[in-house]
C-alpha cells in the first residue's frame, strides 16, 4: 500500500521546514506483539481490589485529580498485558518523583502477587522515591484485569516547610502541581527484559487549607487572631487581602458564618487532617479568567481530607499549544534508530521548566475499526502541547490507519514513541546545559 503524503501542523518556523518525518519499520521496533502496560491512580485511601487474595481487579481506580495539603494520599502502581498472548513478570523496578516541597513520601507496601523480594528508597530531599522494586514467583498479566504492583503513600510536608501557602496579592489558592513522574520502569522475566508500555501519569494538584491563615500547618490562636482583625470587612475581590481568605463561605463578607468555620476546624492540623472544608471550596475561590500557578498547577477533581472537599472528577481542560518559538535554536533530534526528525525553530531559550515531564503519545483521528483515519503524533510538556503533526506509520510496508491496525501494534508504537520522547528530553537537557 503507497503511503499517503504526510501533512504537518505547527508553528510558521516548523511548517517553512521540513518539520517531521516518521518511518516504522519493524526491523526498527522491538519484535514481541506483547507488552507489560504500567498505570497510575492517585487516592485518598487505598483502593480495594476485587480480588483480595491476589490484588487483582478489572477496572483502574478513579484517580483523583486534587486535595487539600493536608490529605493523606497514596499513588497506586498497577500492571497488566498487553497483546494477544499473556506476560509472564517475574521482577518489576521504577523511580517515582514528586515536588518535596509541596508534598511528603513516607512509605511503600507492595501488593499481594508482589510480596517476593522488594526494596525501596526514599529520598524526600529529592523528591524521589528510588528503585521500588517487587519480585514474585511469577504473575501472568492479561489486557483483561490488572495487578497491584505498590502503594506510595503520602502525606503532608512536616515543621511548616510547605509551599502550598495563600497569596493575599492575588487571591490565588492553586492548585499547586506535585509533578508526579515514573521514570526507568524495567520488567523482567526469568532475567529476560520485557516490553514495558506506560500510560500517563495523572496529574495531582494540592489547595492550601484556608482556615490556616499564616500557614504554620495547624488552625490555632494565631488563625483566629487573623480572623478577628478582618471581621466585618467586605471581601469580594481576590487579592485585596487577608479578608479574601478569611471569607470562608464566600458570603463577600467576613461574618458569623466564617467564625463558625475557624471554630469548628480550631486544633486541626497537617498530622490530624481531619479539617472539614466549604462545600464550595476551592471552585468558589477561583475566578474563570484565574490560571494555575507558576508551578505546574494540577487538574480538577475530587476533593478530601474530611467532608466538603470540593470538586469533581471532570477530566483537565485541552492543554493549550506551546510555541515552538520559545525553545532554543536549530535543534535537531534524531529518533529512535534514526527515523524520526524533530526540527524546532530559532528563538530565546528558556529552561525554566521540568524536562522529566515530556511524554509523547501516537493516536488515530476519524478512524473506525475499519475505515481508514490519520495518524497524529503529539509531544507534551508537564501538560502544554510542544507539538502535534499528521504522521504514517508504516509496518512491513503497510500503512497502518484503522483502529483494528493500530491497537493491534499499540504496544510497539507506544514503545518506539517513547523512544523518540527520551531522545528529545535528552536533547533539551544538553541545549540547555550548554547555554
Given amino acids: ?34 507488552a507489560v502496560v504500567v498505570e497510575f491512580t492517585v487516592l485518598t485511601d487505598d483502593s480495594t481490589p476485587t480480588d483480595k487474595i491476589q490484588d487483582r481487579t478489572t477496572t483502574l481506580p478513579d484517580t483523583i485529580h486534587r486535595t487539600n495539603e493536608w490529605d493523606h ?5 498497577w500492571v497488566r498485558g498487553q497483546g494477544a498472548d499473556p506476560v509472564n513478570v517475574q521482577d518489576l523496578s521504577l523511580d517515582l518523583g514528586y515536588k518535596t516541597d509541596l508534598t511528603s513520601a513516607v512509605a511503600v507496601d507492595f501488593g499481594h502477587s508482589f510480596e517476593g523480594t522488594s526494596s525501596f528508597q526514599i ?66 522475566d526469568a532475567g529476560a527484559d520485557l516490553l514495558v508500555q506506560q500510560d500517563p501519569m495523572p496529574e495531582m494538584g494540592l489547595y492550601p487549607v484556608i482556615y490556616d491563615l499564616n500557614d504554620d500547618q495547624k488552625v490555632g490562636l494565631a488563625d483566629y487572631n487573623i480572623l478577628l482583625t478582618q471581621f466585618g470587612k467586605t471581601a469580594d475581590t481576590p487579592g485585596a487581602g487577608m479578608q479574601w481568605y478569611a471569607d470562608f463561605d464566600k458570603s463577600d463578607r467576613v461574618g458569623l458564618s466564617d467564625y463558625n468555620f475557624l471554630l469548628t476546624n480550631f486544633g486541626q492540623n497537617s498530622d490530624i487532617e481531619s479539617v472539614t472544608l466549604p462545600a464550595n471550596y476551592p471552585d468558589a ?20 481530607g474530611g467532608t466538603g472537599g470540593g470538586g469533581t472528577n471532570d477530566p483537565p481542560p485541552p492543554p493549550p499549544v506551546f510555541n515552538l ?90 514503545s518506539y514513541v517513547a523512544e523518540v520522547v527520551d531522545s528529545l528530553k535528552t536533547m533539551l537537557i544538553e541545549s540547555s546545559s550548554s547555554e
Fill in 325 to 414: 518559538n520559545d525553545f532554543a535554536p536549530n535543534i535537531i533530534l534524531p529518533g529512535a534508530n534514526d527515523v524520526f526528525q524533530l526540527f524546532i525553530g530559532a528563538g530565546v531559550w528558556d529552561p525554566n521548566f521540568q524536562v522529566n515531564l515530556l511524554t509523547g503519545s501516537a493516536s488515530l483521528s476519524g478512524a473506525t475499526e475499519d475505515t481508514p483515519g490519520d495518524a497524529i503524533l503529539s509531544i507534551v510538556l508537564d501538560d502544554q502541547e510542544l507539538y502535534e503533526t499528521e504522521i504514517e506509520i508504516v509496518l512491513d510496508g503497510e500503512l497502518i490507519d484503522t483502529i483494528t491496525e493500530f491497537n493491534d501494534y499499540a504496544a510497539l508504537i507506544t
Fill in 73 to 77: 494520599f497514596v499513588v497506586e502502581v
Fill in 123 to 188: 529520598n524526600d530531599q529529592a523528591g524521589a522515591v528510588n528503585q521500588v522494586h517487587g519480585t514474585t514467583a511469577g504473575v501472568t498479566l492479561t489486557p483483561d484485569d490488572r495487578v497491584l504492583f505498590a502503594r506510595v503513600h503520602f502525606q503532608a510536608v512536616k515543621d511548616a516547610g510547605d509551599n502550598v501557602k495563600l497569596d493575599p496579592a492575588t487571591g490565588d489558592v492553586g492548585p499547586h502541581s506535585i509533578q508526579l513522574v515514573a521514570q526507568n520502569i524495567t520488567a523482567n
Fill in 1 to 34: 500500500m503507497r503511503p499517503k503524503k504526510p501533512h504537518y501542523r505547527g508553528s510558521n518556523a516548523l511548517s517553512r521546514r521540513r518539520s517531521a518525518l516518521q518511518l516504522l519499520e519493524r526491523r526498527d521496533l522491538l519484535a514481541a506483539d506483547s
Fill in 285 to 304: 475561590w477561583i475566578q474563570p479568567d484565574s490560571t494555575t500557578t507558576g508551578d505546574g498547577g494540577g487538574s480538577g477533581g475530587t476533593g478530601s
